[in-house]
């Protein structure tokens, strides 16, 4: 959490959605509260969606499966559904486990009536999805986060309580999230003392986290 900057805010969500159930289950069960199952983290490109799930499985010292939406988008009818069903029987394997889908806008879009032979496989690989988050304990010690830069293509079956049923917004970074931002990027630099991450911050307006990066 350290190398995130300006993400207090969304730093606390996530520790409350996925944290804190993985290190006092009995605390919910006390309280006959169910932790959400799924935590979808939406925002534009750039802004550390990916590092945030990272930083939680580090945290957590949990096996971290990561992959990308469009590797279960596959041509041949099963094969999508195939990875999904192998994905989550690994995840429950090296438990305690958190599953991280990037860009699952490749495979969660909103189903059409009418629809390619593609398009049919990549709604199978969807109902596998949907099947699996209804197949697990929200207590059991498997966690899923995924990301998207276009939630609005969401299908609404992914978004209903029991599946992803927390949203976390990362937005572009404010000025003094930059700032944040840009002395984590600026520890190991060396600079000349007219170097300031707060000047520079000023002069930022819209660049992204990864945009400081590159900058």
Do not use: C, W
């Not at 006092?24 to 309280?31: H, I, L, T, Y």
């Not at 917004?169 to 003094?176: G, T, Y």
């Not at 991450?197 to 945009?211: E, H, K, N, Q």
């Amino acid at each position: 959490f350290s190398d995130l900057g300006g993400l207090d805010e969304q730093i606390g969500q996530l520790r409350q959605s996925i944290e804190l159930p993985l290190a006092k289950p009995e605390a919910f069960r006390e309280f006959g509260i169910d932790p959400p199952k799924g935590v979808l983290i939406t925002g534009p490109p750039g802004t550390g969606k990916t590092m945030l799930a990272k930083a939680v499985a580090n945290s957590t010292e949990v096996t971290f499966l990561g992959l990308v939406g469009s590797e279960l988008a596959q041509k041949y009818i099963g094969e999508g559904g195939r990875m999904v069903r192998e994905l989550f029987d690994l995840a429950r394997t090296k438990s305690p486990s958190i599953i991280f889908i990037d860009e699952i806008d490749a495979i969660g879009s909103k189903r059409l009536d009418v629809a390619t032979s593609g398009d049919r496989e990549v709604q199978r690989t969807l109902m596998q999805l949907l099947a699996e988050l209804d197949g697990f304990d929200p207590l059991d010690n498997v966690k899923v986060i995924a990301a998207t830069n276009r939630p609005e293509l969401l299908d609404a079956a992914l978004l209903r309580p029991g599946r992803f049923d927390r949203q976390v917004v990362v937005p572009l970074p404010d000025i003094r999230g930059r700032e944040q931002i840009l002395k984590v990027h600026m520890r190991k630099v060396p600079a000349a003392e007219d170097v300031k991450p707060a000047i520079l911050a000023r002069g930022t307006p819209g660049f992204s986290g990864a945009d400081l990066m590159n900058l």
